[in-house]
């Protein structure tokens, strides 16, 4: 089973400001099958990005995802109101998929 | 539009049993594999079964192998998932959720059903 560590586990920001989000996988993640998802609060989870950088339907570019490997990165560029969520990575690289324990990204 | 609907959810004993419903509209279900995925309220996501778009192949993660079974009728565009031997630590909110490639991302979730296992 692949795990997944997110870091850091709240980052707290202001409308406007720049988010880095790091998701670190315990072995290779196969043909970076990486995917990020936001949760807003009493929410299911929305598909942002998949295969590490590839932007889902109706996802703003604001949102960038990158990495390889073991290590991968979700950037908000310029973080909107609605923004304010749990980011949580999932692999797909091996069978039993595999969430990260999740980032907070809370107003400063 | 895609939209997924779960039902079923309520209070159940240990040990007891229970069947949860996922209604598909808006796509054609029976060419997507489709999860089921559960999170315990305020903590993170833990994918629980997956069953392929022709109902050939199922899995299960290991916490619920045995005691769980998935199962989908594309006539009907319906999953199923059947609980039995339910625990405590079952309690959690449940979505169904379509997924893209055999193993792959989950790209539209239901609003999820919730499901309390307690004395």
């Known amino acids: 089973e692949i795990v997944l560590t997110q870091s850091p586990g709240t980052l707290s920001l202001s409308p406007g400001e720049r988010a880095t989000l790091s998701c670190r996988a315990s072995?290779?993640?196969?043909?970076?099958?990486l995917a990020w998802y936001r949760q807003r609060l009493g929410q299911a989870p929305r598909l942002l990005i998949y295969?590490?950088?590839s932007r889902a339907t109706g996802i703003p570019d604001r949102f960038s995802g990158s990495g390889t490997g073991t290590d991968f990165t979700l950037t908000i560029s310029r973080l909107e109101p609605e923004d304010f969520a749990v980011y949580y990575c999932?692999?797909?690289?091996?069978?039993?998929?595999?969430f990260g324990g999740g980032t907070k990204v809370e107003i400063k | 539009q895609v939209q997924l609907v779960e039902s079923g959810g309520g209070v159940v004993q240990p040990g007891g049993s229970l069947g949860l419903s996922c209604a598909a509209s808006?796509?054609?279900?029976?060419?997507?594999?489709m999860h089921w995925v559960r999170q315990v309220p305020g903590k993170g996501l833990e994918w629980v079964a997956v069953i392929w778009y022709n109902g050939a192949n199922k899995d299960y993660a290991d916490s619920v192998r045995g005691r769980f079974t998935i199962s989908r009728d594309n006539s009907g565009n319906m999953l199923y998932l059947q609980m039995s031997s339910l625990r405590v630590e079952d309690t959690a909110v449940y979505y169904c959720?379509?997924?893209?490639?055999?193993?792959?991302?989950?790209?539209?979730w239901g609003l999820g059903t919730m499901v309390t296992v307690s004395s």
């Open positions: 999932q692999q797909y690289g091996s069978s039993m998929l595999t």
């Open positions: 295969d590490a950088s």
């Open positions: 808006g796509f054609t279900f029976s060419n997507y594999g």
């Open positions: 959720a379509r997924g893209i490639r055999l193993w792959g991302y989950l790209d539209y």
């Open positions: 072995q290779s993640v196969s043909s970076n099958h």
